[in-house]
């Protein structure tokens, strides 16, 4: 595995990180606006972990995760300059699905607010288990004041209904909201028709929480690449143009690899990506491949894939890019692919486009020496190449290490105001004690309008 450039350095904090302020902070510094970069939100002594980000248009910040024994979803909204806003309800009342029938509360995929601002309501959408080996979409909506919205389904929670009749072993995997508050939601099914065979299903549901009929018939669909293997839904973006991106793993015996279709708003495959099936097939990185992640640039069409690869220890990780029409972007990294395998393991587990098209993912490292893990950020340019104008060398490790040599990461990346904005989990060792864990970075090709194109298009007249 590559090392970390020798300017990189590990970094500490209990509840928040502080640092010595130098006269001007480099791209790619820990913010120092924002509680000195690098923070921890505390549940007591559960084990907390952030899966989902929401800047919100007041300059504030949601964040949703999960909080376990036994699971349940959380949301806590934070200022700014990164304090805990107290008079937000939910921040102190996570909440579960066991009196709707759930066995088993899953994660958190994706948090919505309507971007008109006509509502302050916030929906959250995830999975839960009802029987053993069934999991099932789940919704969720809070009030303004982020109590759960009784008049959401009674109670602010939803279990969307069933898969079609003789589906079985259903497995939720990702989902995401559509513009309008509708949801997509992707994973696994069994004989869904083919008997037992696992093939990839796509759900879509209405902004109300019911199946959308429109999207082939009943609101569900089933795809695979293969049928000699096992396939199944990783994750799921939303293009500009609404189409469904669904990223795909495929197995068979000890081989993995993945293919990524994109869909319709009606469920039919997109005849213009791909192969004119839908579908680019073939992606295999280093004979084993698993997706942790999708993303679609609004501005160019471009969809980049977070990659852990290998099937053993040490585990590494990779950046895809496709181009619009569905093809390996050969104008990234000459291949439409970089690994990023670092230290003693690193993964990917969440990417996203900058508005001026560079690429940030975000994920794990376990570096040289005792330390497990640690949040590893990086940012690459348009053409493939790590940016060295972030933090030096386009890659940063950042350690909260809120007890000696305990584990810290990433799961998913946003920008926020321009910025780089991580969140995760960090532990505090001992028991199940974990926390919400955040990290926002220095930008310094920011406009006034809160982006980073590079370009003069975000200026009056342009």
Same mark, same amino acid.
């Given at each position: 595995?590559?090392?970390?450039?020798?300017?990189?350095?590990?970094l500490?904090?209990?509840?928040t990180?502080?640092?010595a &302020?130098?006269?001007? /902070?480099?791209?790619?510094?820990?913010d120092?606006?924002?509680?000195?970069?690098?923070?921890? !939100?505390?549940?007591?002594?559960?084990?907390?972990?952030?899966?989902?980000?929401?800047?919100?248009?007041?300059?504030?910040?949601?964040?949703?995760?999960?909080?376990?024994?036994?699971? =349940?979803?959380?949301?806590?909204?934070?200022? &700014?300059?990164?304090?805990?806003?107290?008079?937000w #309800?939910?921040?102190?009342?996570?909440?579960?699905?066991?009196?709707?029938?759930?066995?088993?509360? *899953?994660?958190?995929?994706?948090?919505?607010?309507?971007?008109?601002?006509? @509502?302050?309501?916030?929906?959250?959408?995830?999975?839960?288990?009802?029987?053993?080996?069934?999991?099932?979409?789940?919704?969720?909506?809070?009030?303004?004041?982020?109590?759960?919205?009784? +008049?959401?389904?009674?109670?602010?929670?939803?279990?969307?209904?069933?898969?079609?009749?003789?589906?079985?072993?259903?497995?939720?995997?990702?989902?995401?909201?559509?513009?309008?508050?509708?949801?997509?939601?992707?994973? @696994?099914?069994?004989?869904?028709?083919?008997?037992?065979?696992?093939?990839?299903?796509?759900?879509?549901?209405?902004?109300?929480?019911?199946?959308?009929?429109?999207?082939?018939?009943?609101?569900?669909? &089933?795809?695979?690449q293969?049928?000699?293997?096992?396939?199944?839904?990783?994750?799921?973006?939303?293009?500009?143009?609404?189409r469904?991106?669904?990223?795909?793993? &495929?197995?068979?015996?000890?081989?993995?690899?993945?293919?990524?279709? =994109?869909?319709?708003?009606?469920?039919?495959?997109?005849?213009?990506?791909?192969?004119?099936?839908?579908?680019n097939?073939?992606?295999?990185?280093?004979?084993?491949?698993?997706?942790?992640?999708v993303?679609?640039?609004?501005?160019?069409?471009?969809?980049?894939? *977070?990659? =852990?690869?290998?099937?053993?220890?040490? #585990?590494?990780?990779?950046?895809?890019?496709?181009?619009?029409?569905?093809?390996?972007?050969?104008?990234?990294?000459?291949?439409?692919?970089?690994?990023?395998?670092?230290?003693?393991?690193?993964?990917?587990?969440?990417? !996203?486009? #900058?508005?001026?098209?560079?690429?940030?993912?975000? *994920?794990?490292?376990?570096?040289?020496?005792?330390? +497990?893990?640690?949040?590893?950020? /990086?940012?690459?340019?348009?053409?493939?190449?790590l940016?060295?104008?972030?933090?030096?060398?386009?890659?940063?490790?950042?350690?909260?290490?809120?007890?000696?040599?305990?584990?810290?990461?990433?799961?998913?990346?946003? +920008?926020?105001?321009?910025?780089?904005?991580?969140?995760?989990?960090?532990?505090?060792?001992?028991?199940?004690?974990?926390?919400? /864990?955040?990290?926002? +970075?220095?930008?310094?090709?920011?406009?006034?309008?809160g982006?980073?194109?590079?370009?003069?298009?975000?200026?009056? *007249?342009?």
């Amino acid at each position: 595995m590559r090392p970390f450039a020798a300017s990189l350095l590990g970094l500490a904090c209990v509840a928040t990180f502080s640092s010595a &302020s130098p006269l001007r /902070a480099a791209d790619g510094d820990l913010d120092a606006s924002f509680q000195g970069g690098a923070i921890r !939100v505390l549940w007591g002594n559960d084990a907390a972990t952030a899966n989902e980000l929401l800047p919100l248009a007041d300059g504030r910040l949601l964040v949703g995760g999960t909080i376990a024994d036994p699971k =349940r979803w959380a949301v806590a909204k934070i200022s &700014s300059t990164g304090a805990l806003n107290l008079d937000w #309800q939910v921040a102190f009342t996570p909440f579960g699905f066991g009196n709707d029938g759930a066995e088993e509360t *899953g994660e958190v995929y994706d948090l919505w607010r309507d971007p008109s601002g006509a @509502s302050e309501t916030t929906s959250l959408l995830g999975w839960v288990k009802v029987t053993d080996g069934i999991n099932r979409p789940a919704l969720a909506r809070l009030t303004a004041a982020g109590a759960l919205d009784a +008049t959401f389904d009674g109670n602010g929670l939803k279990i969307v209904s069933p898969a079609p009749a003789g589906w079985t072993n259903l497995f939720v995997n990702d989902g995401k909201f559509l513009p309008d508050g509708g949801a997509v939601f992707v994973g @696994s099914c069994k004989n869904c028709p083919t008997a037992d065979v696992t093939r990839v299903f796509v759900a879509k549901l209405l902004p109300s929480g019911a199946l959308d009929t429109g999207f082939s018939g009943d609101g569900w669909i &089933s795809l695979s690449q293969s049928l000699d293997a096992s396939n199944y839904g990783s994750a799921v973006a939303i293009d500009a143009n609404g189409r469904i991106v669904v990223a795909c793993g &495929s197995t068979s015996g000890m081989f993995s690899s993945y293919f990524v279709a =994109r869909l319709t708003a009606t469920g039919a495959f997109d005849g213009s990506f791909g192969g004119g099936d839908g579908i680019n097939d073939g992606n295999i990185a280093g004979g084993f491949s698993r997706v942790t992640d999708v993303s679609t640039d609004p501005s160019s069409g471009r969809i980049a894939i *977070g990659l =852990r690869v290998n099937a053993t220890y040490p #585990q590494g990780a990779a950046v895809d890019v496709l181009t619009a029409a569905g093809l390996d972007d050969d104008t990234f990294s000459g291949d439409g692919h970089i690994d990023l395998d670092l230290e003693e393991g690193s993964s990917v587990d969440s990417v !996203v486009f #900058q508005s001026d098209g560079k690429v940030l993912a975000v *994920g794990n490292i376990d570096p040289n020496g005792v330390q +497990t893990g640690g949040f590893f950020l /990086a940012r690459m340019l348009k053409s493939g190449a790590l940016d060295a104008s972030f933090d030096g060398n386009g890659v940063k490790r950042v350690e909260f290490d809120a007890a000696a040599n305990v584990d810290d990461g990433a799961l998913v990346v946003r +920008t926020w105001g321009g910025r780089l904005l991580a969140a995760g989990y960090a532990g505090a060792g001992g028991g199940d004690e974990q926390a919400f /864990a955040l990290v926002r +970075t220095e930008n310094h090709s920011i406009f006034a309008d809160g982006f980073e194109r590079g370009s003069a298009g975000g200026w009056p *007249g342009f």
